[in-house]
C-alpha cells in the first residue's frame, strides 16, 4: 500500500501538478525511475501513468496496490490555501480507476476542516474507500484539533483506517512542520480510528527531528497504531530498520510503497540491513514496485508485513 497517484488533468481528470524549483529536476529523475520519458508530464501523463503503475503492479509479487488521492491545503477556517500544495488527486478519480482495475485498491484523502468534509466522507464510503491518506504537515491538518471529533467518530464506524505521514517530508512542500510529530495522531486513535504513522515518524532529511523513539512510545499505549515502512529505501529513512524487525513494533509495520519515490538498494547495503548478493539482486529488478519488495524480504521483513494490510481496510472484499 501507499502508492501515490499523480496526474497534470489531462482527459478530464481534475488532477493537477505543480512543480516549482528544485523539485523538477527531482520530478525527472522520478520519472526516469519508474520507466517514463522525461517529457510525458507535459503529455498524456494521466493516462501514460496509469497504464505504467498496472503494468509494475502486475509484473510483481503483489497481488493489489492501495492507490492515493491527494487533497487540498485548507487553512484553519476551512478555506482552500490557494498557491499552496504541488498536486491534487481527487478522490472521483481515484475510486472510479478502482472499478476498472481490480488492481487497485482505493484511498481517498479529505481535510476534516473542509465545510462538507463529513458529506465528503459518506460519498467516498458509499463510493467504495478502503482508507483515507493525509500528510498533516503538508495538508496543514493538526488531527488533535477538536472540531474533528465527529470526522474521526465517522471514519472509526466505518472502520476506515487513516494512513497519516509523520517525520520528515522533502518532496510535498511543508506548511506546518511541527504537524509532522505522531502525537498530533492521538485524538483519531482515541477516537477509535485504525491509525497507521506512515514511515514511522522517521527523519527524511539528515536535519529532520527523529520522531520514531515518539512513535515506539504510542505503539505502547495505542492498539490501534500501526507504521509503514514506505520509502525506507532513500539515503536517510531507513535508520530504524533494525527496530522495526523485532518485538513488539514487528508485529505492527506494514509494508509501504510510496510510488513514485526512488528505490535504491545502496543504503540498505551500506547500513548493513542486506548482503552483496541481494543488493546486486534487487538493483537488476527495474520494476521497482518488486525491488522494493525483495529489498525488504532481504532486510528481514516477515512475510505478514506484505499482507497485514488486508486485515485493516475497510470494505476490501467489495473493492479487490
Ligand atoms: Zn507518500
Redesign the pocket.
Known amino acids: 500500500m501507499?502508492v501515490?497517484l499523480v496526474g497534470n488533468g489531462t482527459g478530464g481528470t481534475g488532477c493537477w501538478v505543480r512543480i516549482k524549483g528544485w523539485h523538477r529536476p527531482m520530478a525527472a529523475f522520478m520519472l526516469r525511475h519508474i520507466g517514463l520519458p522525461a517529457g510525458a508530464l507535459s503529455g498524456d501523463f494521466d493516462r501514460l501513468y496509469v497504464e505504467r503503475l498496472l503494468e509494475l503492479v502486475r509484473d510483481s509479487s503483489l497481488g493489489a496496490i492501495v492507490l492515493?488521492a491527494h487533497d487540498n491545503v485548507y487553512d484553519e477556517h476551512g478555506r482552500i490555501m490557494e498557491g499552496v500544495g504541488s498536486f491534487y488527486v481527487p478522490n472521483d478519480y481515484v475510486l472510479s480507476l478502482a472499478k476498472k482495475h481490480p488492481e487497485f485498491w482505493p484511498a481517498v484523502s479529505i481535510h476534516p476542516g473542509r465545510a462538507d468534509a463529513l458529506e465528503e466522507l459518506d460519498r467516498c464510503l458509499a463510493g467504495g474507500a478502503v482508507m483515507m491518506k493525509c500528510?498533516p504537515n503538508c495538508h496543514n491538518i493538526d488531527c488533535n484539533d477538536r472540531r474533528y471529533i465527529p470526522f474521526w467518530e465517522r471514519m472509526a464506524e466505518a472502520k476506515l483506517p487513516l494512513l497519516a505521514?509523520t517525520g520528515g517530508e522533502h518532496?510535498?512542500p511543508v506548511v506546518r512542520k511541527e504537524l509532522s510529530d505522531p502525537r498530533i495522531l492521538e485524538l483519531p486513535l482515541q477516537c477509535g480510528v485504525t491509525v497507521i504513522a506512515?514511515?514511522c515518524g522517521t527523519k527524511s532529511g539528515a536535519s529532520d527531528p527523529d520522531y520514531f523513539p515518539v512513535f515506539m512510545e504510542m505503539l505502547g499505549r495505542h492498539h490501534n497504531l500501526y507504521g509503514d515502512n514506505?520509502?525506507f529505501n532513500v539515503p536517510v529513512r531507513g535508520g530504524h530498520v533494525a527496530e522495526c524487525l523485532l518485538e513488539p513494533v514487528g508485529s505492527r509495520i506494514l509494508h509501504?510503497s510510496?510510488f513514485p519515490?526512488p528505490v535504491l538498494g545502496h543504503w540498505a547495503w551500506l547500513r548493513g540491513s542486506i548482503d552483496w548478493a541481494s543488493f546486486r539482486c534487487a538493483q537488476r529488478t527495474r520494476n521497482i514496485l518488486e525491488r522494493d519488495y525483495q529489498l525488504k524480504r532481504a532486510m528481514g521483513f516477515a512475510p505478514e508485513t506484505f499482507t497485514r494490510i488486508r486485515g485493516l481496510l475497510r470494505n476490501v472484499s467489495q473493492a479487490a
Open positions: 501507499h501515490h492515493l500528510l505521514h518532496t510535498v506512515a514511515h514506505s520509502a509501504g510510496d519515490v
